[in-house]
């Protein structure tokens, strides 16, 4: 068996190997949520962590004569949380409590009964570094599909807190996520029964 150097090492990883802190969320609100496009720009710049999404294929057992077959059960997907940085316009935050307080009112426990009013796409895309634009190449680009705001977790206050930005995690339920692909290259994935 040959060992391999350094050298080998390097020519296998491609561009130097993907950067977790080059990433662009777009969220789409809807129009319950009252927010234009300056808002929608504003959380691209101020998601500051999020997750290229995940996905479990569960399995069940079947006995047969002393042993078990594994068989594959359905597709399932985690939550997805991101955590945006607050300023003191307080656009974002405010949004995403219209939207949640659209889905389910906080004095009265009502709210839109139509699923296409507060569920929406968002695209989470990684960049390269080695774009040729000021954003960077798109090397991977995710759809996450039929989305909302589950969870928005509080905004900590504290005395003892200094030189620090507020920021507060939103957590999203969704139906699915599909691979959109990356700028040069085909759609990997269809997306049944939505365009």
Known sequence: MAILGVDDFKARLKGGGARANL???????PAAAGAGSDVIEKASF??????????????FDVNFRGRVLKLPAERTFDNWTITILNDTDFAIRNAMERWSNSIAGHAFNTGTLDP?????DLIIEQLDRDGT???????KRINIVGAYPATISPIELSYDTTGEIETFDVEW???YWTDLGADDAPTTDQKPGRG
């Open 133 to 139: 634009s000021d954003e960077g190449k798109v090397i």
């Open 46 to 59: 101020l998601c500051k962590t999020a997750q290229l999404p995940g996905s479990t294929v569960g399995s």
């Open 116 to 120: 296409a009013s507060y569920q929406q």
């Open 23 to 29: 990433f662009k969320v777009t969220l789409n609100f």
């Open 173 to 175: 339920a969704y139906q």
